[in-house]
């Protein structure tokens, strides 16, 4: 498994856009690029997942340039419930079912 | 998205005692679930994988005497905690694969605070 690297914290402000980049110099060519958003004392949750280029759903993008080494993720005018840490994991689709492995997340914290 | 249940939400216990927790995949069938622990300010570590209908996968360094898990059903794993002592003490969080979704999503249970006296 392609081991990630990303800020251990960022600090915004309510409105802004905040990009948060992960580092995967290993990644494979079966690997997809996750992203989860957790809260304190509550389970982990999926935001967005991708392989190439550009995802967009309604709450973020996925930006992945073309060497796939590393991708960043987007979230567009946060607000103070966006504060939380966000895990960029690197996931292996063939056979499914495979586990994950956290690294140590970024905190964001977003101000008024 | 899918939901993934898990019970209880917080549980205090003597030590010397067992704790049984349950992980639900509400509205899919999960072949395998997977059981994470997290302590204060750390990353979740994955402590084993379970498969429905054989025996659990524990990842290096987790004794599968002491965390014993069942995953009698598609959608239902159990973690039990045996003889518990203080150290034991942690953030306890289950996740289910949804074999259907093309993603290979897995989802989180809103986890379990076991304490410990």
């Known amino acids: 498994l392609a081991k990630t690297t990303q800020p251990i914290s960022m600090d915004s402000y309510e409105g802004q856009e905040v990009n948060i980049t992960c580092s995967h110099n290993n990644i494979a060519t079966n690997d997809y690029i996750t992203w989860y958003q957790q809260f304190p004392s509550q389970g982990p949750r999926f935001i967005i997942q991708g392989y190439k280029t550009k995802v967009t759903n309604e709450v973020a993008s996925l930006f992945i340039p073309a060497d796939r080494k590393s991708s960043t993720l987007s979230l567009p005018r946060v607000s103070l419930s966006d504060t939380a840490v966000y895990y960029c994991l690197v996931v292996e689709l063939t056979g499914g079912g495979n586990k994950l492995t956290f690294g140590t997340g970024t905190q964001l914290k977003v101000e008024l | 998205g899918a939901v993934v249940s898990q019970h209880p939400s917080w549980v205090i216990c003597k030590s010397g005692t067992s704790v049984k927790i349950e992980c639900r995949s509400l509205?899919?069938?999960?072949?395998?679930m997977f059981w994470y622990r997290q302590f204060p300010k750390q990353s979740l570590m994955l402590m084993a994988t379970?498969?429905?209908?054989?025996?659990?996968?524990?990842e290096q360094g987790v004794e599968k005497d002491k965390f014993l898990i069942n995953h009698a059903s598609l959608t239902l794993s159990t973690l039990t905690v045996t003889s518990a002592h203080p150290e034991d003490s942690s953030f306890y969080i289950c996740?289910?694969?949804?074999?259907?979704?093309?993603?290979?999503?897995?989802?989180f249970g809103a986890g379990t605070r076991l304490s410990v006296l």
């Open positions: 996740s289910a694969w949804d074999r259907v979704s093309p993603k290979n999503i897995q989802y």
């Open positions: 509205d899919f069938q999960a072949t395998t």
């Open positions: 379970s498969n429905e209908g054989s025996k659990a996968t524990y």
